[in-house]
């Protein structure tokens, strides 16, 4: 199974950016985003965790919640089995730990649910003051 390791959190001022950075490992085969559905997810303090971001295989289709769109946008270097979260305009209200996951097989519409990844980040935090 891969190995999922979120970096580029910190703390930031709102109306700034930042970009999230998750690197994958694992043997060669395991560790290849090209073959799987990747996305993000951000959990507030005292709320569920939330669906942010997902992305198609090879980056064709790539999905957002309603709260981050037009200000987040999902990235992978599949080369590199790094996927990103370049995030601007941030707002207090994006403050949260933020995950990565990762799942093989073809992409479907349950892009957006937890239940349908099996590797995880151990998240990074982003706060943003205001």
């Known amino acids: 199974q891969v190995q999922l390791v979120e970096s580029g959190g910190g703390l930031v001022q709102a109306g700034g950016s930042l970009r999230l950075s998750c690197a994958a490992s694992?043997?060669?085969?395991?560790?290849?985003?090209?073959?799987?559905?990747v996305a993000w997810f951000r959990q507030a303090p005292g709320k569920e965790r939330e669906f942010v971001s997902a992305?198609?295989?090879?980056?064709?289709?790539?999905y957002y919640a309603d709260s981050v769109k037009g200000r987040f946008t999902i990235s992978r270097d599949n080369a590199k089995s790094t996927l990103f979260l370049q995030m601007n305009s941030l707002k207090p209200e994006d403050t949260a730990v933020y995950y990565c996951a990762a799942r093989s097989g073809v992409f479907t519409s349950a892009y957006s649910s937890q239940a349908s990844y099996v590797s995880w980040g151990q998240g990074t935090q982003v706060t943003v003051s205001s």
């Open positions: 694992g043997r060669s085969s395991e560790r290849s985003l090209s073959t799987k559905t």
């Open positions: 992305s198609s295989q090879t980056g064709t289709f790539n």
